[in-house]
C-alpha cells in the first residue's frame, strides 16, 4: 500500500470509528426500537442477515423492543391502512399480540420475529400462527389477544412509537436507539449494525468488549 492510500485508510478507519463511537451505552445497556411491517423486504433482510447474529453476540448488553407498524395509517373511520395491504395489517397485529404475551423474555421474542421474516414468512404469507406456537405459545391465547379488544390495545403504543419515527427516518426498518430519533444513527446500524454496537459498547469500560470491526 503507498503512503498515501495508507494515510487515506487511516482517516476513513478513524473517521468512521469515531462516527460509529457516536452511540453510548446508559447503565451500561443500549436500548434498541427497530420498528418493523410485516411485507417489508427490507426489514426482512436486517432481521435475517444482522439482528439475530448481532443479538447472539451481545444480548447481555441490548434491551430490543419491536413496534410492527411501518407506515400503516388510520382512514376516517379509523379503520387501518397497511402498505403491503391486508396481509400486512393482520400480521402486524400478530407480531403485536405474541410479543406482549413474550414481554420479560428477550430470547424468545427475537426468535419469534426471525421467524416470521423469514422464508416462507409463516404470519404474512399463509396466516398463520405457526411461529408463535414455534416459541411455546398457545394457540388460544394468541387468538384471544388477536381477535379481542386486547389486540386493538396495543395499536395506539405502535402508531405512537411509528409516527415521528417514520416522519424523521423515513424508512422501515427504522432503528432507534435509547429513545433517541436520530438519522445519522438509523444509517450507519443498518449498514453495520455489529460494528455500530460494538463501537458503543467498547468506549463503555465496564462491558469488557473490545476488538471491533468496521
Not at 398463520?128 to 388477536?146: H, K, P, T
Request: hydrophobic share 40%.
Amino acid at each position: 500500500m503507498t503512503k498515501v492510500g495508507y494515510l487515506a485508510f487511516a482517516f476513513l478507519y478513524l473517521f468512521v470509528s469515531s462516527a460509529e463511537s457516536s452511540l453510548q451505552t446508559v447503565n451500561g445497556t443500549i436500548h434498541m426500537t427497530l420498528g418493523v411491517s410485516a411485507g417489508c423486504s427490507d426489514a426482512a433482510r436486517f432481521i435475517q442477515n444482522q439482528l439475530g447474529q448481532v443479538y447472539e453476540l451481545y444480548k447481555e448488553f441490548l434491551e430490543i423492543e419491536f413496534v410492527p407498524w411501518g407506515r400503516t395509517t388510520r382512514d376516517a373511520n379509523g379503520n387501518l391502512n397497511c402498505f403491503f395491504g391486508e396481509n400486512d395489517c393482520w400480521s402486524n397485529r400478530l407480531q403485536r399480540c405474541v410479543l406482549s404475551l413474550l414481554t420479560g423474555n428477550a430470547d424468545a421474542q427475537i426468535q419469534y420475529m426471525t421467524c416470521e421474516y423469514s422464508p416462507p414468512f409463516p404470519a404474512f404469507r399463509q396466516r398463520s400462527f405457526q411461529c408463535a406456537l414455534s416459541v411455546g405459545l398457545n394457540v388460544v391465547e394468541v387468538d384471544y389477544c388477536f381477535s379481542t379488544t386486547i389486540g386493538d390495545a396495543l395499536e395506539v403504543p405502535a402508531e405512537q412509537a411509528s409516527i415521528p419515527a417514520v416522519q424523521t427516518i423515513n424508512f422501515i426498518p427504522f432503528i432507534i436507539f435509547n429513545n433517541n430519533i436520530d438519522v445519522t444513527q438509523h444509517a450507519q446500524a443498518y449498514r453495520r449494525l455489529q460494528s455500530t454496537i460494538c463501537f458503543a459498547l467498547a468506549d463503555d469500560p465496564t462491558t469488557g468488549i473490545t476488538h471491533c470491526k468496521v
